[in-house]
């Protein structure tokens, strides 16, 4: 198991610099989130930002995940729109694409899988036509990262339409049911959304999704709050967590995430490395790499 950090906690930095500035704190691993400044897969020279990020992460040993979560990269009015449950058609066919833009991107860096969501149902669609719209999605986006070998990991998010890991549950029955071969779909995890939710213990709820978890987002939260917080801040007891992890074998990436500090991006870094290093040798986590700091 590895510490890494999400981009999207470090302001103004293109992805070498970010990728150079947490190696040098001691991270091994890294979220890299599409957006503008960083990786945009629209640019014209993305080939060229992709090539000289796979040279950086291959010199400095680093793993990597893609993370798909850009607020304003596809609207800049909306946050997070369009999506896969988006009312109208083309944006959810914008969204798909943008999520083959990120397997691609995930093949040429290497990367250990794409993380993203369903998204928020706006316009008062039901249960099923929700569903539809997500399946719609999903069935063409598996088919793409399959053809890629691109694990795709997704991820319950609060407020999201399936936003726990009961409706993830229900999210695999549906592909069931249609004959959709969802045994490739793995999980992005958020220590912080289960705790925020109540789905608790935390331990048991990773033991229980060991079989599909691929990726682990994690930052301090307290309960009925979605509010990233920095470590410390909250009310989660992570030793049981690093524990459980290190009990199921989990050997991924875990994650921080506190996208509300990237204006203090650099020492919010630090200061959460810190953190959770010292607990995850505790834990018997194992995956050092460095006691740089």
């Known amino acids: 198991m590895l510490i890494g950090y999400n981009t999207n906690g470090l302001a103004d930095v293109d992805a070498t610099q970010a990728i150079e500035l947490l190696h040098r704190i001691g991270y091994r691993g890294v979220g890299l989130t599409l957006d503008h400044g960083l990786l945009n897969p629209f640019a014209a020279d993305f ?8 040279d950086r992460l291959h010199e400095l040993s680093m793993r990597s995940a893609i993370e798909t979560g850009a607020r304003f990269l596809l609207d800049p009015n909306v946050k997070h729109e369009p999506t896969l449950v988006t009312a109208d058609p083309a944006g959810r066919a914008r969204r798909v694409d943008f999520l083959c833009r990120a397997v691609d991107a995930a093949a040429a860096l290497g990367s250990d899988g794409v993380s993203f969501w369903s998204g928020t149902v706006r316009d008062g669609a039901g249960d099923r036509e929700a569903m539809d719209r997500l399946v719609g999605g999903l069935e063409r986006l598996l088919d793409y990262a399959g053809g890629k070998g691109v694990p795709l990991a997704f991820e319950p998010e609060p407020g999201m339409f399936i936003d726990t890991m009961e409706r993830f549950g229900d999210l695999l029955t549906d592909l069931d049911k249609r ?46 709050v979605h509010e990233h917080l920095m470590f410390g801040e909250g009310e989660i007891d992570f030793l049981p967590v690093l524990a459980a992890l290190a009990k199921i074998g989990y050997s991924g990436i875990i994650v921080v995430e506190l996208t509300r500090h990237a204006h203090v991006g650099p020492l919010a870094a630090r200061q959460a490395y810190h953190f959770l290093r010292p607990r995850l040798d505790a834990a018997g986590a194992g995956g050092r790499g460095s006691n740089r700091a």
């Open 47 to 54: 080939p060229d930002q992709l090539a000289h990020a796979a």
């Open 179 to 224: 004959g959709i071969d969802a045994r490739t779909l793995q999980l992005t995890i958020d220590v912080g959304h289960l705790h925020c939710q109540g789905e608790l213990p935390i331990a048991e709820t990773l033991r229980q999704w060991a079989s599909r978890l691929a990726n682990i987002h994690i930052e301090d939260m307290r309960s009925g």
